[in-house]
């Protein structure tokens, strides 16, 4: 270096340069390693770096094992809902037909004539609103006879209107007066 440059510069710090050294040496001699890979050809340096990322090629492996599960899995339940068993169709079916002849016997049971008195209305409505569901359910379940929250639902419709058709035997058959004399 210029004695003129030095004198512009922190002298400690020309001090440092002076006292660096001239060359690095590493710590150890990497010739050995530098000259075999020279000597492999080019398809043995690629195999050795794609064994590097082998937990890239794993994973996606593994993903491609879980899509095709679930698929799997979602066309196998949906061809059991399309499949039809002809015994729970006839199941299905029979407790039909019980619960007609349940609430044919309690209209042949009726005690009293309530369809007429202004309290009917809710039960009417209740009733039909009943009957609906149930016949939406049903359609519903001959399509799908494995579902068995649709089994539940169907048949708690089933008790509701029952039992709305025995709380209306209980009705008044006359309205209540509107008021009290006095």
């Known amino acids: 270096m210029d004695n003129s440059s030095n004198n512009k510069l922190d002298p400690q710090l020309v001090e440092l340069i002076e006292q660096a050294p001239k060359a690095i040496k590493p710590q150890q001699d990497l010739w050995q390693g530098i000259e075999k890979q020279l000597d492999k050809t080019d398809f043995q340096q690629l195999d050795l770096k794609s064994n590097r990322p082998q937990h890239w090629r794993r994973l996606a492996i593994a993903c491609m094992l879980l899509f095709t599960t679930l698929l799997a899995n979602n066309m196998w339940q949906s061809h059991l809902r399309s499949t039809t068993d002809p015994g729970l169709l006839l199941t299905l079916a029979d407790i039909r037909k019980q619960h007609l002849q349940q609430v044919e016997q309690l209209s042949l049971q009726q005690h009293v004539n309530w369809q007429g008195t202004r309290l009917s209305d809710p039960f009417e409505k209740g009733i039909e609103q009943l009957r609906q569901a149930a016949e939406q359910i049903y359609h519903a379940l001959q399509q799908s006879p494995h579902d068995k929250e649709l089994w ?12 709305l058709l025995q709380q209306g035997q209980s009705l008044p058959t006359t309205p209540p007066s509107q008021g009290a004399l006095i």
Request: no cysteine; proline share 0%.
């Open 152 to 163: 539940q639902l169907w048949l708690w419709t089933h008790e509701k209107e029952i039992e």
